[in-house]
């Protein structure tokens, strides 16, 4: 990797990781196809400097040769057969516990709840749940600030409660992740009370405390404001990234790495099988905490996050945890018990001799992604890439209909930049960000017909493309953002203090509501429906928000054939049966540039088909025979193939989820194969 300076051309910057990355993460902000590279690729960087030094401001070309120098690695061209592995293989699950299931009627879900959910799970076809955060916190971003990572959240139960949920999973064949906050802990955590105590001493130096009259530097917080804190107390400041109570940790301090390897250890001891890492990527702070550089601030949203996201010891620290931490150094109270053919359980499996970690990395990209999870790079297993929540030059707070054709490029490129030792996750919901089905629908899912097609479409990429499905509750059963009616209504720091911030900036009571509203994370942790009446909790739920669409609940989608629910479990079953061709099989995209259309072939064994779009469109001729073996569209004799055909007042009949054969032993005559309903999901067999 040669080195980088100001002679550089944006060609050289491309061919860095990082540089390729951080290219494409401007060019995504400003809504510029990457072709526009090729044009301006020859520009060097001290012209490029002089050329934008009116739009950047003075220092931008610096920052960036700055950041770069914290990578000279390349992703190793890895060729050969993908290792297999369990989490490869498995369907992951992401229980958000306060909204997942109340069992005592404070109105807050917890472990009692999901132990008495876990057959639901079980019958979903799930592989292993992620948690999460269950333990001790005093909640100021709902479990994201520790207080002891060896205790239970009271609202959520006990250890023993713990222990019986791990026992649950595993006796069923299911695995499970917590999830680990150690990018910070919460102001109440005992190191921190300690460094207060003492910021002179030994755990003065387990976070970024700092002296002086003024903020130690610009940075910004995730959740407005700076990300400083005051403490007149000791008169330093302290550093928080996100709220005034979750305290950054100074993972340069080995003290800190060797509690944080201790915590992974008692937990792999107690039966977890991995962890999901909060922020993991934020961990290594680039030295002196250098001033943000402004246009990348505005750029990104928050100054200051050029000199964390990618640290220059990022790589050191995770292959140290992944050592010192996530190897296991004694053996797991329970393993998961064998999952044999057609469900049948076998002996427990022998324990694996590492946790699996997931890392959860906003603003890692592609390049970047590859380097912290490849499976020779003895770091992670998988992360989170966030540049599928949004369209380019959007962000969570704006609110536009979410393109489904950016999908299928996003995916078309990814699959063809990684090698046999890469491995992606695929998620399209989670607790911090509204409901995908409904950025996509746009407000049509007030229709049964669509929220119901378009649960399936997202399902069916997210359980077919070559990668590891996330799914996050609710997903399964089409829940849809909730129409909150006032910022009383919500309980998340974030989007609380966003609204504070816009109307102190000047915007109207209006303008400041529709921006909350279109990007809050509330809209995700809305108590799951499992029954039409409720059947969260007894009592009064922590978050209100109820979503009365008559066949949206997991009782009604259970006892429904044509329900998203009944989609995911046939989509699950398909997965679990063909691995070889729908886990571990190569993918072939056709018709790469049809719009709207969106077609792959995995294995060489399934066609599956999707009409990226509210309209019917013509479907390509495939080259080979196929039998048609899941669709969405409604069935043929509906009154009409738009999707939109429901019986009044209930839900509609889409089709069964796997159709049966026709009495002639073809496919039945829904296989038009000429044109595709609107939103429709079809999946064939490959006749050879
Ligand atoms: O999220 C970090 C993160 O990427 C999002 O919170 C995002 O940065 C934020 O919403 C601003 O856009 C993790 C957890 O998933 C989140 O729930 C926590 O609030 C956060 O870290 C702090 O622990
Ligand atoms: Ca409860």
Redesign the pocket.
């Known amino acids: 990797m040669p080195e980088l300076d100001r002679n550089s051309t944006l060609r050289d910057v491309y061919a860095n990781p990082l540089g390729r990355d951080i290219l494409d993460r401007l060019l995504f902000t400003l809504n510029l196809p990457t072709a526009s590279l090729k044009l301006v690729g020859g520009l060097r960087l001290r012209t490029l400097d002089t050329l934008a030094t009116r739009v950047t401001g003075p220092g931008f070309v610096d920052a960036l040769l700055g950041l770069l120098a914290n990578e000279k690695a390349s992703p190793a061209p890895s060729g050969g057969e993908t290792a297999p592995a369990w989490w490869k293989e498995a369907v992951f699950y992401q229980v958000y516990p306060r909204s997942f299931q109340d069992s005592n009627g404070d109105g807050v879900g917890d472990l009692r709840g999901i132990i008495n959910r876990l057959d639901y799970l079980r019958d979903l076809g799930v592989d292993c749940l992620w948690l999460?955060p269950i333990f001790d916190s005093p909640n100021e971003?709902?479990g994201?600030?520790v207080r002891d990572y060896r205790a239970i959240m009271a609202e959520m139960g006990t250890l023993e409660d713990a222990d019986e949920l791990i026992r649950g999973c595993h006796e069923r064949g299911m695995r499970i992740i917590l999830?680990l906050?150690v990018?910070?802990t919460s102001a109440e955590h005992e190191w921190f009370r300690r460094a207060i105590a003492d910021p002179a001493g030994p755990y003065g130096e387990y976070y970024f405390l700092r002296s002086g009259r003024e903020r130690p530097n610009n940075w910004t917080s995730?959740?407005s404001g700076p990300a400083w804190r005051y403490l007149p107390e000791i008169e330093r400041w302290a550093l928080r990234?996100?709220?005034p109570g979750?305290m950054d940790l100074n993972w340069e301090n080995p003290a800190v790495r060797a509690e944080v390897s201790d915590i992974v250890q008692w937990w792999l001891a107690r039966g977890i099988d991995g962890f999901r890492l909060?922020?993991i990527n934020?961990i290594s702070k680039q030295p002196g905490l250098p001033d943000g550089h402004p246009f990348v601030g505005k750029l990104m949203?928050?100054t200051g996050i050029e000199h964390y996201f990618y640290g220059p010891r990022l790589h050191e620290y995770l292959a140290e945890l992944r050592a010192n931490g996530f190897t296991r150094n004694a053996p797991p109270a329970s393993t998961p018990r064998a999952r044999l053919a057609d469900g049948v359980l076998g002996e427990p499996l022998p324990a694996e001799p590492t946790g699996v970690m997931v890392g959860?990395?906003?603003?890692i990209g592609v390049e970047t992604g590859r380097l912290l999870t490849a499976s020779d790079r003895g770091e992670m297993d998988l992360i989170f890439n966030?540049d599928v929540l949004e369209n380019p030059g959007k962000a969570?707070f704006d609110s536009y209909r979410y393109d489904l054709n950016y999908l299928k490029k996003f995916y078309i490129d990814y699959e063809s930049r990684i090698g046999a030792n890469d491995w992606i996750a695929l998620f399209f919901d989670?607790?911090?960000?509204p409901r995908m089905l409904s950025k996509v629908a746009a407000g049509k899912e007030k229709d049964p017909a669509v929220r119901t097609a378009v649960g399936k479409l997202l399902a069916t990429i997210q359980l077919t493309m070559r990668g590891t499905p996330f799914l996050f509750q609710g997903q399964e059963l089409g829940a849809v953002d909730h129409a909150f009616t006032s910022i009383a209504d919500m309980r998340?720091?974030?989007a609380i203090n966003l609204f504070t911030e816009l109307r102190e900036g000047g915007a109207s009571e209006v303008e400041a509501w529709a921006k909350v509203l279109a990007?809050s994370?509330d809209h995700a942790r809305v108590p799951i429906r499992w029954a039409p009446e409720g059947g969260f909790t007894e009592g009064t739920p922590w978050l209100a928000g109820f979503d009365a669409a008559p066949g949206f609940s997991a009782t009604e989608q259970l006892a429904d054939p044509g329900s998203i629910l009944n989609w995911h479990r046939a989509l699950v079953a398909l997965r679990r049966a063909h691995p070889e061709a729908l886990v571990y099989g190569d993918v072939e995209f056709l018709q790469p540039n049809w719009r709207d259309y969106f077609g792959y072939v995995r294995g060489g064994e399934f066609l599956i088909e999707l009409n990226l779009a509210g309209a019917e469109r013509p479907r390509p001729h495939f080259r080979k025979r196929t039998e048609l073996l899941l669709t969405s569209r409604i069935a043929p004799h509906a009154s009409s193939d738009s999707g939109s055909a429901t019986r009044s007042g209930t839900h509609p009949s889409s089709g069964s989820a796997m159709l049966s054969r026709s009495p002639s032993g073809t496919t039945p005559s829904g296989d038009s194969g000429a044109r595709m309903a609107p939103w429709e999901a079809s999946i064939r067999r490959i006749i050879r």
């Open positions: 999460s971003d709902m994201y600030d999830d906050v990018n910070h995730f959740f990234l996100f709220a979750q909060d922020v934020f949203g928050f959860e990395t906003p603003g966030f969570r989670n607790h911090d960000n998340d720091i974030e990007g994370r």
